[in-house]
């Protein structure tokens, strides 16, 4: 917490103490709860919050706890990516995980397995940035523009369209740094760092080389963060409402975050499911020059495209359950506001009321 709070300055700090209103953010309409009853962003800075809901310092920070969970994470797994990406590309290879591993051992050492790792922390922490900074910023801008009783009914297509939203440029930002991964960890003998790979990749097929591969990584990205984000927000409601025997208020930092990682690994699995076929052909793609995204898939074969599932089902899940812990522990860490689980707002309670439904 200190290493961050030198960062910040001390009037960020202060504000829940000098400031209870910000009147830019109530004019820029970024006052509507998107998933709480309450008007969260045109409240008083909570007591011991270091920043206000929807503000451009809590946008700031969302951004920077996705660098650390996604930079952190994608990097730490580079072993089995690398692993996974081969048998991707080259199954008559690399039979399985522990066949791949152990080929990869034989062949380049205990180094080997490192293979592509500046690549993924560089391009995996400017993708967390858009995609976790963004999601967050887009969430408030749809919840604004459908109001507070449309985003509690229609929070699933909230969050679908938010994450959507903010995957797009997310990608653009990673497909630079995804065609280097793939290229060193699937190429032999083409490079074995991100110096020696740009140059070359740049030389032999100039800006082209870099973004060739980013609709298939639009294919394989969208629909993977959109049940990441969707799959996550549900469940952690569905957990907290009939699992969890005590309501998310009465329960400590540390039980949330139990919380957050058992509903990460459960949204990974699914994002894993969904996702893997344009994964498959993003590896190819990066492998092989001059190949097409349909060349790549009809090459593959339907079965091809869903080689290395059980691996990319293991790496993802524990991804995104780690993702999920750090980037909320990241806000408990720097105080940041977290609204809690969905609640009908009082409006439409009245109304339901007045029509004779229950809410």
């Known amino acids: 917490m200190s290493m961050f709070s030198s960062l910040l300055p001390k009037a960020w700090c202060q504000q829940a103490e000098e400031t209870p209103i910000t009147p830019k953010v109530e004019q820029l309409g970024l006052v509507q709860s998107l998933v709480a009853p309450r008007k969260i962003a045109a409240a008083a800075i909570a007591e011991g919050d270091s920043c206000e809901f929807a503000s451009l310092h809590y946008f700031a920070l969302c951004g920077l706890g996705g660098i650390l969970s996604c930079g952190i994470t994608h990097t730490a797994v580079v072993p089995l990516d690398l692993v996974k990406c081969r048998i991707q590309v080259d199954p008559a290879k690399y039979k399985s995980v522990f066949n791949g591993f152990r080929v990869t051992l034989q062949e380049d050492g205990a180094r080997g397995l490192a293979k592509g790792w500046a690549p993924t922390f560089f391009g995996y922490s400017a993708q967390g940035l858009c995609k976790f ?3 967050e910023v887009f969430k408030v801008i749809y919840g604004d523009m459908i109001g507070e009783e449309n985003s509690f009914l229609y929070r699933t297509w909230l969050y679908l369209g938010a994450s959507a939203s903010a995957e797009f440029f997310a990608d653009i930002a990673l497909s630079p740094m995804e065609a280097a991964k793939v290229k060193i960890q699937t190429t032999p003998g083409f490079a074995n760092t991100l110096r020696e790979a740009w140059p070359k990749i740049y030389a032999e097929e100039g800006v082209n080389g870099f973004y060739k591969s980013l609709v298939p990584l639009w294919m394989r990205q969208i629909p993977y963060t959109m049940m990441k984000f969707a799959c996550f927000e549900r469940t952690v409601e569905l957990l907290y409402k009939y699992v969890v025997p005590k309501p998310r208020a009465d329960c400590t930092k540390p039980e949330q975050l139990v919380v ?12 894993a499911i969904v996702s893997h076929p344009a994964d498959t052909v993003v590896s190819k793609l990066n492998q092989e020059k001059g190949t097409t995204a349909l060349g790549a898939a009809k090459k593959l074969g ?12 293991v790496m993802i899940g524990t991804l995104t359950a780690l993702q999920w812990f750090i980037y909320d522990a990241f806000k408990v860490a720097m105080r940041m506001p977290r609204p809690p689980p969905p609640e009908m707002p009082e409006s439409l309670k009245k109304k339901l ?7």
Do not use: D, Q, S
Request: aromatic share 14%.
């Open 133 to 135: 900074g963004l999601y």
């Open 260 to 271: 957050t990682f058992a509903a990460g690994y459960i949204a990974g699995i699914f994002c």
């Open 302 to 313: 339907m079965a091809g495209l869903w080689k290395g599932l059980m691996p990319r089902i």
């Open 353 to 359: 009321a007045a029509e004779g439904k229950t809410a």
